[in-house]
């Protein structure tokens, strides 16, 4: 399972630098839904990173399928809006807390 990150050049510029393959830079809101849906079905990725404001921007039927899936699972950093919760993510993702 691999790591896919998609998002402006800001947020995607530290994952490329950390050796991260998987990392689609996105130029305007028009690409963000259609390569978020090529990513959902690449079987290869595990997990999804994406900016919270992105991810927001997502039709809702998209955005509740990103939230229930199990795989890849989604994770949210920054943004103005709550992040995601890493720890419910593996757990939702994993099936049993690791924390405990």
Do not use: C, H
Request: aromatic share 4%; no cysteine.
């Amino acid at each position: 399972m691999e790591l896919a990150v998609v998002g402006e050049d800001q947020f995607v510029t530290g994952f490329r630098l950390a050796g991260i393959k998987k990392v689609y830079e996105i130029k305007d809101d028009s690409e963000l839904e259609g390569k978020v849906n090529e990513i959902i079905d690449d079987s290869d990725v595990g997990i999804l990173v994406m900016n919270s404001d992105d991810f927001n921007k997502l039709p809702e039927t998209l955005r509740e399928n990103l939230s229930e899936s199990v795989e890849p699972t989604l994770v949210t950093l920054g943004g103005t809006s709550q992040s995601s919760n890493i720890r419910d993510k593996i757990k939702q993702a994993v099936g049993v807390d690791l924390w405990k």
